[in-house]
């Protein structure tokens, strides 16, 4: 139940007929893990704590340097060297005492990512590299986890929503993130952020859509971006939308399906 004070605190929420009191007590049993406590992690762990999303699991293994203030707004100059794990859950005792933290101060990793994604309701992943995402997404899968996953750019960005485990209207299977991007870019042929940096205020933005499209799969309000990828140019302040279906040739729910092993072992 919401106690008086949760009441208040979410109001704005509780009058919306779309969320109401039911959609509120959802948010606070739901919980969710953040894969990531950097530029995208950021706002959506802001604004999920915020919303009172109940439990919140952050996974992280690297530390708060002074480059990463110019984006990563969960995190401040008195934190330098803290885990960014710690630095993000002391944010959220300040914005929401309501909401309990688990921090995985690790790398997922082929022998935890199942244990760790296993444990909660819905993932959202705002790493920065293809492998990691490679791994989230297949992870997901095998644990029925829904996903939200966005990628960044030095001024654009991309978010969608997974649910391959499950099935369309037409009864055919969603499709994988392996659907939408079958191979992984080899190694050293994008440039990693360090090497050719963001707009800072970017990953807000689109961090900002990934909590949104996490409170509407939690409470099932609105249209999900399930088989559709939302793409956003912050130069032009342009979006577009372009759908995408599951592909046969995909090796989780296409024609071929792997175990998880067989997975890890192409990896």
Not at 131 to 149: E, G, H, I, Q, W
Not at 170 to 188: A, H, I, M, S, V
Not at 245 to 255: A, E, I, V
Request: aromatic share 6%.
């Amino acid at each position: 139940m919401l106690s008086p004070a949760e009441l208040e605190r979410y109001a704005r929420h509780i009058v919306m007929r779309e969320i109401g009191g039911g959609g509120q007590q959802k948010l606070k049993n739901a919980r969710v893990l953040v894969v990531g406590a950097g530029g995208l992690g950021a706002p959506v762990l802001q604004y999920l704590a915020a919303a009172g999303i109940g439990t919140l699991g952050i996974v992280d293994d690297d530390t708060v340097s002074l480059s990463n203030l110019q984006r990563q707004v969960i995190h401040d100059t008195t934190q330098l060297g803290e885990p960014k794990v710690a630095s993000a859950a002391e944010a959220i005792a300040r914005l929401n005492p309501n909401v309990k933290v688990i921090p995985h101060p690790v790398r997922l990793a082929g022998h935890n990512a199942i244990s760790v994604i296993s444990d909660y309701d819905l993932v959202i992943d705002g790493t920065d590299n293809f492998n990691t995402r490679y791994l989230v997404s297949d992870a997901c899968f095998f644990t029925k986890k829904p996903l939200v996953t966005a990628a960044i750019g030095q001024f654009d960005g991309s978010i969608t929503t997974l649910r391959p485990f499950e099935t369309g209207p037409d009864g055919t299977p969603n499709p994988t993130y392996r659907c939408l991007f079958p191979q992984k870019p080899r190694e050293g042929l994008l440039p990693t952020c360090e090497e050719a940096g963001v707009l800072g205020a970017l990953p807000g933005i689109i961090g900002a859509m990934q909590a949104m499209e996490a409170i509407k799969e939690l409470t099932g309000t609105g249209e999900g971006l399930v088989g559709r990828l939302m793409m956003f140019d912050a130069r032009s302040f342009r979006m577009e939308t372009i759908r995408y279906r599951q592909s046969p040739k995909n090796p989780l729910n296409g024609d071929n399906p792997k175990n998880w092993a067989e997975m890890l072992e192409e990896a």
